[in-house]
């Protein structure tokens, strides 16, 4: 199985409500990201956390990292109807020449 | 400062023929990384280009799939025969010296083989 696996698959709430990503990762890491893509679209850098670092925000963004659990979660709260894409967490795998490993992807689905 | 920038953002051949996919870096950045998106994927590392050095081909396959980053000009990744398989969205992304860790991607060339 691959590196980054988020989960859920899909997610679909309501606007205002707070979304919840997670997303957990197999090797040891120099820093884990999150990116958005819009459909058809490239990837909107979101946040990036280091392996040392255990949360940090952005904006309406909150992300944690467990290195014990291999496992990160995004938070974003207060939701909008513009936060429709899907979601992806990526990881720099330490000596891995900062290529990054994707994880399949979240739909996040934001009702009006 | 102009971001990355690929070329074309839409192509369509059909099968047997050759890609060529033109990725420029964003100015002063001298790493570019070749990832692919497969329909209802994640994205896949294929390939790590320096100036004029392949560093890391380990993503991409070994026939038909070739990558280079000259001295001058853009970063070309060329696939040579495609077949529909070959069907997806090419990103790069481009990487400085002094911030080793973020990827500024560009928008893409979204492949389709006839």
């Known amino acids: 199985s691959q590196q980054g696996e988020e989960d859920p698959q899909a997610l679909s709430i309501q606007e205002g409500e707070n979304a919840t990503m997670n997303c957990s990762y197999k090797t040891s890491i120099n820093n884990l990201q999150w990116y958005r893509q819009n459909s058809g679209r490239g990837l909107v850098h979101l946040i990036l956390?280091?392996?040392?670092?255990r949360e940090k925000h952005s904006g309406r963004l909150r992300v944690t990292l467990d290195t014990s659990k291999k496992s990160s979660s995004l938070l974003i709260t207060a939701s909008r109807a513009a936060d429709t894409a899907s979601y992806f967490c990526?990881?720099?795998?330490?000596?891995?020449?900062?290529?990054?490993?994707f994880g399949k992807g979240i739909t996040l689905s934001v009702r009006p | 400062n102009a971001g990355v920038m690929q070329n074309p953002r839409h192509l369509v051949r059909r099968r047997g023929q050759e890609a060529r996919l033109r990725c420029s870096p964003m100015?002063?950045?001298?790493?570019v990384y070749w990832y692919r998106q497969l329909p209802e994927e994640g994205l896949k590392f294929m390939v790590y280009?320096?100036?004029?050095?392949?560093?890391?081909e380990s993503g991409m396959p070994k026939e038909r799939f070739s990558a280079e980053f000259p001295k001058e000009g853009p970063s070309i990744l060329r696939i040579q025969q495609v077949v529909r398989g070959d069907s997806a969205a090419y990103f790069c992304a481009s990487q400085n010296n002094r911030d080793r860790e973020t990827q500024y991607f560009g928008p893409g060339t979204r492949l389709l083989v006839l």
């Open positions: 990526a990881t720099d795998a330490a000596g891995a020449n900062s290529k990054l490993t």
């Open positions: 956390i280091r392996s040392n670092e």
């Open positions: 100015k002063g950045h001298s790493h």
């Open positions: 280009l320096q100036k004029e050095n392949i560093i890391d």
